[in-house]
């Protein structure tokens, strides 16, 4: 099991930038595969940028060039580096781990990861 703690949530005005970071622990081993997902009110939980145990990322086509994705492994913390915010970015931003993945292509589907964190809001005023 991997504990996943997500900060960093707040609002901005359009065009800022957060970051927000997730904190693992316990067994972190677990979390080999992590992603960043969204979800607005009335809508579906959303893929928004994942990375693999070798680096490699995946964004969404709505975020690509203004989020951006990183670890720090001797932190086992992941963040997402959020720049030129728009009011339909706002929803709450969950962390989420796998320890499998049965193809890359998976990276951004929700239900491709079993742990989970709290999220954290994230609203952007126009």
């Known amino acids: 099991q991997v504990q996943l703690v997500e900060s960093g949530g707040g609002s901005v005005q359009t065009g800022g930038s957060l970051r927000l970071s997730c904190a693992a622990s316990?067994?972190?081993?677990?979390?080999?595969?992590m992603g960043w997902f969204r979800q607005a009110p009335g809508k579906e939980r959303e893929g928004v940028a994942a990375?693999?145990?070798?680096?490699?990322?995946s964004y969404a086509d709505s975020v690509k060039d203004r989020f951006a994705i990183s670890q720090d492994n001797a932190k086992n913390t992941l963040y997402l580096q959020m720049n030129s915010l728009k009011p339909e970015d706002t929803a709450i931003y969950y962390c989420?781990?796998?320890?499998?993945?049965?193809?890359?292509?998976?990276?951004?589907?929700?239900?491709?990861?079993?742990?989970w964190g709290q999220g954290t809001q994230v609203t952007v005023s126009s």
């Open positions: 989420a781990a796998a320890t499998i993945m049965p193809s890359p292509s998976l990276m951004l589907w929700h239900r491709s990861y079993p742990y």
């Open positions: 316990g067994n972190t081993y677990s979390s080999r595969y």
């Open positions: 990375i693999d145990p070798n680096g490699r990322t």
